[in-house]
């Protein structure tokens, strides 16, 4: 699937932006700091995941001095073509696909499909659990709304069980109360894991492929999802996790918050055997979490059927020249990918031949080649 055309009306520090000659192949931004690239990567993948990947205030894109803004695409998919508007307003967002309103936002994320690698993705590794579930949840996200859904009542169910654990632990309620919500949290919460658990799998058959690749056949990359309710062998996820939750019902009372759950969960990831996140060069981190990216790339082509559109936001001067080319060049051949750069020394001759070039100055976009 590839990305036709992009409107936007007063996102970010656009107030009108229209582009209606992207390419299937390699489209590339050039232009200083803070003239509204990232912003244009951004609006992409709101129109994918219908969320920012730098805020999570939906409002914050709406530009300043405006009160709403709009993010429309034309996306081409092999059997058709649709029309994608997302609508940020003051308060909340509204959703269309081809002139028809979705009123759950999981209706609309997963009509266009894309895989953002941005500076903060070289912390996937190096950094905190809370980035990788959130890995996890976004990219299972885009190709599973029964995902989305499962997660977004966990999160509604876990926010309920903590209110009542802060309320018992302060003898406003009764402890039998949290029967209700614990059975709920399970159910729930065990189809999260287990949907965790399946993607994890698939992620590393691809992402070995790909770092073996780029570490010239030197490294084994492999990953292993770790659960905060000791999942035995053979067991079912759903009692597993209600048993270990009773057993920590004590603590968690007194800690007015709940200690086991896919919101505990992390990835690890390890290169021969050892733990990246502990051990690994800042190189290492750097090629896995690249490794991680360019995977998914593949397992959203097994799981939709086609290749989705891939973002490079202002990465490729963390690689040297020559792997620059290599990966711009060995993407663009299959996916359409929209890269941002402030510079783009090693790719002359590849923009003049093979690229769209777009200069970005003050909010204003203009074609160059
Ligand atoms: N809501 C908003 N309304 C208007 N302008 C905004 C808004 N949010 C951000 N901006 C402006 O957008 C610009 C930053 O754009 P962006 O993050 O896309 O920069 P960039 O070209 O990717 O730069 P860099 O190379 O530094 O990453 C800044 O000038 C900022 O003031």
Not at 119 to 130: N, R, W
Not at 154 to 173: A, D, F, G, P
Request: charged share 30%; proline share 2%.
């Amino acid at each position: 699937m590839w990305l036709k055309a992009l409107e936007l009306r007063d996102f970010r520090n656009y107030e009108s932006l229209q582009l209606f000659d992207l390419s299937p192949r390699v489209n590339i931004f050039v232009g200083q700091n803070a003239q509204g690239k990232t912003n244009v990567v951004e609006s992409v993948l709101m129109l994918a995941v219908a969320k920012s990947h730098r805020t999570s205030r939906d409002a914050e894109v709406i530009r300043f001095e405006a009160e709403t803004a709009l993010v429309q695409g034309m996306v081409e998919r092999e059997d058709r073509t649709l029309k994608l508007d997302l609508h940020m307003l003051a308060k909340g967002k509204k959703s269309r696909v081809n002139g028809v309103e979705k009123r759950k936002m999981s209706d609309f994320v997963g009509h266009l499909n894309v895989v953002l690698f941005a500076p903060e993705d070289l912390q996937l590794i190096k950094g905190g659990p809370q980035l990788r579930r959130r890995f996890l949840d976004v990219e299972i996200g885009q190709v599973s709304p029964q995902y989305l859904y499962n997660l977004s009542q966990y999160q509604k169910v876990l926010l309920q069980r903590n209110t009542l654990l802060k309320e018992i632990s302060k003898k406003e309620k009764k402890e039998d109360l949290l029967a209700i919500w614990d059975e709920q949290l399970c159910v729930y919460g065990a189809k999260v894991v287990q949907k965790r658990y399946e993607f994890v799998e698939k992620l590393e058959h691809f992402a070995r492929d790909i770092h073996s690749r780029i570490s010239g056949g030197k490294e084994l990359l492999s990953f292993r999802y770790v659960n905060s309710f000791d999942l035995l062998e053979g067991a079912d996820v759903t009692e597993r996790f209600f048993e270990t939750l009773q057993s920590k019902r004590r603590q968690d009372i007194l800690r007015g918050t709940t200690s086991v759950g896919p919101h505990r969960d992390d990835l690890e990831v390890r290169i021969d055997d050892r733990e990246v996140h502990t051990y690994g060069s800042q190189g290492q981190q750097r090629t896995a979490s690249l490794s991680m990216k360019l995977a998914e790339i593949e397992l959203i082509r097994a799981e939709v059927g086609e290749y989705p559109v891939l973002l490079l936001d202002d990465v490729l001067s963390e690689l040297d020249s020559e792997r620059q080319l290599h990966l711009v060049e060995s993407m663009g051949e299959r996916v359409q990918t929209l890269i941002t750069t402030t510079t783009t020394y090693g790719l002359e001759q590849f923009m003049q031949e093979q690229a769209h070039v777009y200069r970005v100055e003050h909010g204003v976009i203009c074609r160059e080649g």
